[in-house]
């Protein structure tokens, strides 16, 4: 019996320590510390601009934690005269015939160095609608604000544009949630602010091929209008659709400078090299991903602020149905919160600032995800690693993407400056050091090395070009890669650029390790190297000849 009763207490002290373990392994959180209490809370200001706060104060004078109602607060404290998006919502339902045209939507993206598929859009861009477009496009684009209202339902706007053209809206509800989450809150706007600038780039290179260089700037203005207002709503999406504008831009710009250099003068290239210098910063985006995992975290956790089993299982559901929404609020302050979320929090603030300053030239090796991860899990526990898994961005992919806008940004820039010293001087710069001083407002670096990008002037003009992955100068060859294209019976080989992989140098060791030869070539930034015309597939044919 003795010998049992020993037996019992050692299991249950084993037992007691397993769960002793258990706890402190996956449910304990450090308390935080008085100096972590102090930095646990973003400088909002950096997400919303200083225009308004999370905090939504109530007509008693006390605040409750409602950013899309404080957002649109502010919105609505803004005349509508000064609103891009009412504008652009009308001219997207005016004009569907235009913009919904299968041949227009296929082909959009194209220049004219590719004349099989241009002369598909070509006509379209010249008719009188399409016209007509381009100028209400012109017209949004020249207000400050875009004005779209965040909300979980159908904005005002395009309620009052779809009545108007007789469309049913299957999401409008007259009495909207009045604190919906953020993570729920969909913007309409930034597929329209897309679709608007690519086809005013579309309208650009249709003028300068007819001899209209101040048109051609005129549009991308506006163009680059659009990509900054993309911006307005604090999460990474915009920003990363604001990039992919910028691309656009840059890509028509180059296209112009290689194809019809001969047609810009000086106050040209000067409006062109103002476009390229607007701040490419992506600080809005990644403060206000901090800002949505706030917003987030205060509808999983209980009504005290602690995270459970329950906010795991909740957020899974919200993840997998857009029918789900997300629980209120809790209005707590952030330094009242549980200290699982507390520390989720700082934890995320913090991989979040380290990103938004490794976007920024010149590039270092990013937060690795897989890193942070393993980061949370040591110090947090199980179920807010589940919880952060799940919220968190692809952090390596939005910091390269934001680098490459900046990078070609800059390259596009250096391409201009050259233009405008030929005018002044009869001959493009020979070096760097040749350009005159005030010809470069944004300092010509390469996100790889710290140092100058590579300046060579050839037989066909400026060459600006980035090392790339492998640090090593190559002249400016370019990457490429192959492609098959065309009909499945008749498919050819097609070149297209290759962008850089943004190897860290110990991933560029390994690779160069395995196979010396895998890495060869530079990122050649200018001129911009497009994709070699393909021929017409099936599909682009039966579009083409479809009804």
């Not at 012109?138 to 209202?149: F, N, S, W």
């Not at 991860?373 to 968190?392: A, F, K, N, S, Y």
Request: aromatic share 8%; charged share 20%; with cysteine.
């Amino acid at each position: 019996m003795k010998k049992i009763l020993i037996i019992l207490g050692v299991l249950l002290l084993l037992l007691f320590s397993a769960g002793v373990f258990a706890y402190y392994k996956y449910l304990y959180t450090k308390p935080l510390s008085k100096a972590e209490l102090a930095e646990l809370t973003p400088d909002w200001d950096q997400a919303t601009g200083g225009n308004w706060s999370p905090w939504y104060e109530l007509d008693d004078g006390t605040k409750e934690w409602n950013p899309t109602r404080s957002f649109n607060a502010w919105l609505e404290s803004i005349p509508d005269d000064d609103k891009a998006w009412p504008i652009l919502v009308d001219a997207n339902y005016a004009f569907s015939d235009v913009l919904d045209d299968k041949r227009y939507s296929t082909f959009a993206d194209m220049l004219p160095n590719d004349a099989e598929r241009w002369a598909i859009i070509e006509p379209i861009l010249k008719s009188e609608r399409a016209q007509q477009l381009t100028t209400q496009f012109q017209e949004a684009y020249d207000k400050p604000v875009l004005g779209c209202e965040m909300t979980n339902t159908t904005d005002s706007h395009s309620n009052a544009a779809m009545l108007r053209y007789d469309i049913e809206d299957i999401y409008w509800n007259e009495n909207p949630e009045e604190n919906p989450a953020l993570i729920s809150s969909l913007l309409p706007a930034l597929g329209v602010c897309r679709k608007s600038a690519t086809f005013l780039c579309a309208q650009a290179a249709l003028s300068l091929n007819e001899g209209d260089p101040n048109t051609f700037v005129e549009l991308l203005v506006s163009a680059n209008q659009a990509a900054q207002l993309s911006s307005e709503f604090p999460t990474l999406i915009g920003q990363l659709v604001r990039a992919a504008i910028n691309n656009r831009v840059i890509s028509t710009i180059s296209w112009a400078l290689q194809t019809h250099p001969e047609r810009f003068n000086e106050h040209h290239l000067e409006q062109m090299k103002t476009i390229t210098s607007t701040n490419t910063s992506s600080t809005t985006g990644w403060y206000g991903e901090c800002l949505m995992l706030h917003d987030t975290m205060r509808r999983l956790v209980t009504p005290r602020g602690t995270l459970t089993l329950e906010s795991v299982n909740e957020l899974t559901k919200f993840a997998g149905n857009d029918d789900i929404d997300l629980d209120a609020p809790v209005h707590m302050p952030t330094q009242e919160l549980g200290t699982s979320a507390q520390r989720s929090l700082l934890l995320y603030k913090g991989v979040v600032v380290q990103a938004d300053q490794q976007s920024m030239l010149p590039w270092q090796p990013g937060v690795a995800s897989g890193d942070f991860m393993q980061q949370v899990e040591d110090e947090l526990g199980l179920i807010p690693t589940m919880v952060i898994g799940v919220l968190m961005p692809a952090l390596e992919k939005a910091s390269s993407r934001f680098t490459l806008d900046e990078q070609t940004m800059i390259g596009i820039h250096v391409a201009i400056g050259a233009h405008l010293h030929k005018l002044r001087h009869g001959e493009f710069p020979a070096m760097l050091d040749d350009f005159d001083s005030d010809l470069l407002m944004l300092q010509p670096i390469d996100a790889f090395t710290g140092n100058a990008l590579s300046y060579k002037l050839t037989e066909t003009g400026p060459l600006v070009y980035s090392v790339g992955d492998d640090r090593d100068d190559d002249g400016g060859e370019v990457r490429w890669k192959v492609i098959f294209a065309g009909p499945t019976d008749s498919m050819v080989e097609v070149r297209t650029p290759k962008q850089p992989e943004w190897l860290h140098p110990e991933q560029l060791q390994q690779r160069l390790m395995g196979d010396p030869d895998s890495i060869n070539g530079d990122w050649v930034l200018y001129p911009v190297q497009f994709e070699d015309p393909a021929p017409l597939d099936e599909i682009e044919k039966e579009i083409i000849n479809g009804p």
